[in-house]
């Protein structure tokens, strides 16, 4: 993936390179900073922000101003899932806040090709995001103008939910589609209930990047163990 910040792999999986993006949904918010510090020093260096705003998710969670706190402590990739309506109208905050990467959702707008330009305008990376219910039919138009396609595997809005099963197979047919049209290049990121114990399937389903929150940031183990953790369970794939 086209991107000037330095990013660590978590593993590869059928010759496609693996990154972790921890989403700081989780996290202490009495201690982001040092959790993500953590992070990064695990080797997750594509850090999620989760933006929620109460409309589109039933859950308010932060803005720019979270963004701009993070963007000194990495050199890593900042990934902005915007959970709001209308999208469009934040673009460039969270751009200016230091965004790397803008993820909105296809049920947010009904003008995702041109929020994907504005997204673009910016220099910024541009993805798109899917619920659960939400088919594949809807991104047919806007592949090729795609850095990176979201397959929610929860419904979003909360952490610490449980992946839904048949998500996989949604997984597998958005391999399929980016393939077939050869976007390889496209990164194909899930998010909700992943976990060590369901990564390599849904690895070895095709996805290549893998947002957790609670089984890193809330992990009894500790932030860096649960790094290992997916780092071990993805290298038998
Ligand atoms: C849902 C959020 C969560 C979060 C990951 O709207 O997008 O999926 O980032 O949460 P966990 O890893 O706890 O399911």
């Known amino acids: ?47 999620q922000a989760d933006i929620m705003d109460g409309h589109f998710v039933p859950n308010l969670s932060f803005g720019p101003l979270i963004v701009e706190a993070l963007r000194p402590l990495s050199d890593g990739l900042l ?41 673009k305008a910016r220099g910024l ?9 939400t088919p594949l039919s809807m991104i047919e138009e806007i592949a090729q103008d795609l850095d990176l396609l979201l397959i929610m595997t929860v419904n979003p809005g909360f952490g610490g939910q449980r992946f839904i099963a048949h998500s996989l197979d949604k997984i597998r047919r958005a391999r399929q589609l980016l393939d077939a049209r050869g976007l390889q290049h496209v990164v194909l990121q899930v998010d909700g209930g992943i976990e060590p114990d369901n990564v390599r399937a849904v690895a070895e389903a095709g996805a290549t990047c893998f947002v957790a929150g609670s089984s890193v ?20 794939t």
Not at 82 to 110: C, K, N, W
Not at 127 to 133: E, I, R
């Open 217 to 236: 940031f809330g992990a009894p183990e500790g932030i860096a163990a649960a790094v290992d953790a997916f780092r071990r369970a993805l290298a038998a």
């Open 125 to 133: 990376l541009a993805g798109v995001a899917l619920n659960p219910h």
């Open 79 to 119: 990934d902005c899932h915007l959970m709001i309506s209308q999208p469009e109208r934040y673009i460039d905050a969270f751009a200016d806040a230091g965004a790397d990467l803008i993820t909105i959702h296809v049920e947010a707008t009904p003008h995702v090709h041109r929020a994907l330009q504005a997204i």
């Open 1 to 47: 993936m086209r991107t000037r910040r330095r990013l660590t792999s978590i593993g590869r999986c059928q010759g496609r390179e693996l990154w972790l993006a921890p989403s700081i949904l989780a996290a202490d918010m009495t201690a982001l900073g040092a959790q993500v510090r953590t992070a990064l020093a695990a080797g997750a260096t594509w850090i």
